[in-house]
C-alpha cells in the first residue's frame, strides 16, 4: 500500500517535471492532458501510434500534441511504462470535446486491448503572484 503511493506520488511529480520543461503553450488558462502509459509487448509499433496520436491535432479543441518515450534512466521510476503523452487544450470544454470526438474513440478502441496500464492528470498551469 505504502509503495503504491510512494508511485503515484513519484508519477505526479514526474508528471509536473515533464510537463512544464516540454510545453509551449503559456497561457495561464489552458488545460494540460497527461497520459503515462505501459504498453503490453504486442503493442502496434511505436510509428503507428505516434502517427496516430499526432493526427489528434487535427481535432479542433486540441492545441497541441507531445508524444515520446519514457526514458530508462534512475531518475524515472516508472518501471514498465513506456509512453507520455502531453496535450494542451484552450479550457475544459477543449477537453471534453476531445474526449468523444469520432477520431478519439476510434484511436482509443483501437489501443485500448494494448494497454496495459495507464496514468492520467489534467491541470491549469499555476502563475506567480506579484
Not at 39 to 46: L, T, V
Not at 81 to 101: K, P, Q, R, W
Request: include cysteine; proline fraction near 5%.
Amino acid at each position: 500500500m505504502k509503495t503504491k503511493l510512494i508511485l503515484k506520488i513519484s508519477i505526479t511529480l514526474t508528471l509536473i517535471a515533464f510537463i512544464f520543461g516540454s510545453c509551449t503553450e503559456d497561457k495561464k488558462d489552458n488545460l494540460y492532458h497527461v497520459l503515462i502509459m505501459e504498453y503490453a509487448k504486442d503493442a502496434p509499433p511505436i510509428d503507428e501510434i505516434t502517427n496516430e496520436v499526432l493526427h489528434f491535432k487535427d481535432i479542433p479543441s486540441v492545441i497541441d500534441v507531445k508524444i515520446g518515450l519514457i526514458k530508462a534512466n534512475k531518475r524515472n521510476k516508472l518501471a514498465n511504462f513506456s509512453h507520455c503523452i502531453v496535450m494542451t487544450f484552450e479550457n475544459e470544454e477543449g477537453l471534453e470535446a476531445y474526449l468523444i470526438d469520432p477520431y478519439h474513440e476510434k484511436i482509443y478502441a483501437k489501443h485500448k486491448p494494448f494497454i496495459v496500464d495507464i496514468y492520467t492528470a489534467d491541470f491549469n498551469p499555476l502563475t506567480l503572484k506579484e
